[in-house]
């Protein structure tokens, strides 16, 4: 009886954070197909009583919203990719090789994650002035090409790995860079898929870097771009809420294909390898 009564207490309290998180994106979605008087007078209401598609019209008629679109999908795949595959080979590095001061130079990645990103926004600016970047994307790209807790979790996958395997490549022949292709990448899928939806989430909403260092509208990304919508004169609650939705979809099919599949697993292997 006491087992049922804790059963029924967790499933009750399960049940509720679930309703909690998801409600936001369900009223979101109602949202999007009100209009604004509608949205005031019936805020949490998820089914629309007169549906529209007035909010996705303006939208587009007031920003570039699918070249906004085509820039936040250009800048987030290559940050994803390039932060994904240089944290892939130095926590190869880490965890196949053997050399001195190997322990205190791992550590000094892993304390990079303590570092507060508002303390590096001066130098950072400041560096990409000078390198007259201003204005590009470089300065959304290169800053986390390499996360100390993208090499954490990679390298604890990746030394779960036999070493057997390592040697009989390298017996038949193989180069390391071939032996990393071949064996470590497939071996440690589960981390780079984690790292992988991590990244471009992170790059995805992404709105400080872009605010601080993009100039021109046609070079802005979504979530600036959607932020310009609201004004001091005028509030509109529809339009927002349509653009949120629409960026909200690769996010969506991103968790749902490779998140589905290897986020739990990428999460459990980095939290029990050590």
């Known amino acids: 009886m006491r087992h049922a009564v804790r059963r029924i207490a967790v499933m009750a309290v399960v049940l509720v954070v679930t309703f909690a998180m998801v409600m936001p994106f369900f009223m979101m979605v109602g949202n999007s197909f009100k209009l604004d008087t509608e949205i005031a007078a019936r805020p949490l209401s998820i089914v629309p009583q007169t549906p529209t598609l007035y909010n996705f019209r303006v939208l587009f008629d007031r920003i570039p919203f699918w070249r906004q679109f085509i820039n936040s999908t250009f800048v987030a795949t290559a940050a994803t990719f390039s ?6 080979l130095v926590a190869f590095g880490f965890a196949r090789f053997q050399f001195k001061g190997k322990r205190a130079l791992f550590m000094i990645v892993i304390a990079t994650i303590l570092i ?3 303390v590096l926004i001066v130098p950072q600016f400041r560096m990409f002035v000078s390198f007259l970047w201003i204005n590009t994307y470089w300065p959304l790209i290169l800053p986390g090409m390499v996360g100390g807790f993208y090499v954490y979790l ?4 990746m030394l779960g790995i036999p070493r057997d395997l390592f040697e009989c490549a390298q017996i038949d022949g193989a180069t390391e860079f071939r032996i990393f292709r071949i064996v470590a990448i497939p071996l440690a899928k589960a981390g780079l898929a984690i790292v ?3 990244r471009f989430m992170g790059s995805w909403n992404e709105f400080f870097a872009p605010l601080l260092y ?5 070079m802005l990304t979504l979530p600036v771009g959607l932020a310009t919508l609201r004004g001091f ?3 509109t609650l529809g339009i927002p809420m349509a653009g949120a ?3 909200s979809v690769p996010i969506l099919l991103l968790l749902s294909t490779v998140g589905n599949r290897y986020f739990v ?4 292997a980095g939290a029990l390898k050590g």
């Open 83 to 88: 932060s994904t595959f240089v944290s892939a």
């Open 116 to 118: 507060p990103p508002q």
């Open 154 to 157: 990679i390298h604890q996958i």
């Open 196 to 198: 992988t939806v991590l």
């Open 214 to 218: 993009l100039n021109d509208q046609e």
């Open 233 to 235: 004169t005028e509030i």
């Open 245 to 247: 939705l629409l960026s």
């Open 265 to 268: 697993q990428g999460i459990t």
